[in-house]
């Protein structure tokens, strides 16, 4: 048997489990950083296969690390993506019919934590069989939908010791492909007023110094940035804090990242 073919061989077996788990974290899906029972089911499966664990990496909860092999030669690691998108909880029919949960996974999540990682168990344990050397490894990238699981795993080094660093996501063919992808930066703002009636004014009106930070962005990017798409949200309006509530939050939310050179999204 060639060494593609004990690796398909390894695949074949493993294919039952893997797709039995697109529809069990299909019915749990988790919100950006609280996905703890989807980290139950992939980290399981992966210590079924001999793989060591650890949960909470870089210091991010659901975060993990699974690792096979003997740590000689190289060590080539799989990025694992596991969490849902809030407002988009559906049955598994391919018309509208929500279920009452709040996220759901519209991005393919539920495919992706199991596929990617089985693919690894499948290579380690191909390779163990072919006796070749190195350790495969399992990321457990959590808060992938905000930008910002793979940001705290990269600033707290997770990455460095790595070879090579592969993914996969679901789409409507089968391909390897090497394109240029979207960077995504964000950040979030906290203006902070003083609640009063209308007929009298106020002299920290937090949602008007908002808007007028946000005319001050989109000035910045058109001339610093011009090949930047801006977006923005507020993400919160008018809410009461202490003191009788006589103050009120405003927190703006702007993204902004690449614009293809044709300026299409």
């Known amino acids: ?34 996905e703890y029972r989807s980290v139950e089911i992939l980290t399981g499966f992966l210590k079924r296969y001999g793989f060591t664990v650890e949960i909470g990496s870089a210091g991010v909860p659901t975060a993990f690390v699974a690792r096979h092999g003997s740590g000689h030669g190289p060590r080539i690691a799989v990025l694992a ?27 393919g999540h539920n495919h992706i934590g199991p596929a990617n990682t089985g693919a690894e168990i499948a290579a380690a344990l ?53 394109r240029p992808c979207f960077a995504v930066m964000s950040g979030e703002f906290i203006f902070r007023g003083d609640s009063a009636h209308a007929g009298i004014g106020t002299v920290r009106n937090a ?39 006589r103050s009120e939050d405003v927190v703006l939310a702007p993204a902004s990242r690449p614009c293809p050179d044709d300026g299409s999204l």
């Open 126 to 178: 191909a390779a163990a069989k072919l006796g070749l050397a190195g350790e495969i490894v399992v990321v457990g990238c959590p808060a992938e939908e905000i930008g910002w699981g793979k940001i705290a795993l990269q600033q707290a080094g997770i990455f460095d010791e790595f070879d090579v660093i592969l993914t996969s996501h679901g789409d409507y063919q089968n391909g390897s492909l090497s």
């Open 207 to 245: 949602l008007k110094t908002a808007e007028e930070a946000m005319a001050v962005f989109t000035a910045v990017y058109e001339e610093r940035f011009p090949g930047t798409d801006e977006k923005h949200i507020f993400r919160r309006r008018g809410h009461a804090r202490g003191d009788a509530g």
């Open 1 to 34: 048997m060639t060494d593609i073919a004990e690796v398909r061989a390894v695949w074949a077996t493993l294919k039952p489990e893997i797709e039995a788990m697109f529809a069990e974290m299909w019915l749990v899906p988790e919100m950006p950083g609280l």
């Open 81 to 107: 993506e596991y969490d849902a998108l809030a407002s988009l909880d559906n049955e598994a029919v391919s018309y509208r019919k929500g279920t009452g949960r709040k996220p759901g996974h519209g991005c």
